[in-house]
């Protein structure tokens, strides 16, 4: 079993960057997929972006493309997610979450298609 722990959120000015982590506990962590995803309020969750087990496969959503990066260190259990260009429309709660398998699959942007889930870290870009 995962467990999952993000942080690195807080108070940005728009324009500015963030860098989000996400510390991962268990055995299986380099073994599967992994997402971010973010809830404004009064919002539903929303996908952000994936990436597979082996950092072969990255996918966006199209409001964040070119200005987030994920990626991940298998041997320090961590997924990031490098956040640049910020916009106010970024505020959110982002939450990691990990997926039952390796690939990203077809259904990466689907929150019901990962099983395990951190508990948020706080994002709020001023203007």
């Known amino acids: 079993q995962v467990q999952l722990v993000e942080s690195g959120g807080g108070l940005v000015q728009a324009g500015g960057s963030l860098r989000l982590s996400c510390a991962a506990s268990g055995r299986t962590f380099s073994s599967r997929a992994m997402g971010w995803f973010r809830q404004a309020p009064g919002k539903e969750r929303e996908f952000v972006a994936g990436?597979?087990?082996?950092?072969?496969?990255?996918p966006y959503s199209n409001s964040v493309k070119g200005r987030f990066t994920i990626s991940r260190d298998n041997a320090k259990n961590t997924v990031y997610l490098q956040m640049n260009s910020l916009k106010p429309e970024d505020t959110a709660v982002y939450y990691c979450a990990a997926r039952p398998g390796a690939y990203i699959g077809s259904a990466y942007s689907e929150y019901s298609s990962y099983d395990t889930w951190g508990q948020g870290t706080q994002v709020t870009v001023s203007s």
């Open positions: 990436i597979s087990w082996n950092s072969s496969n990255s």
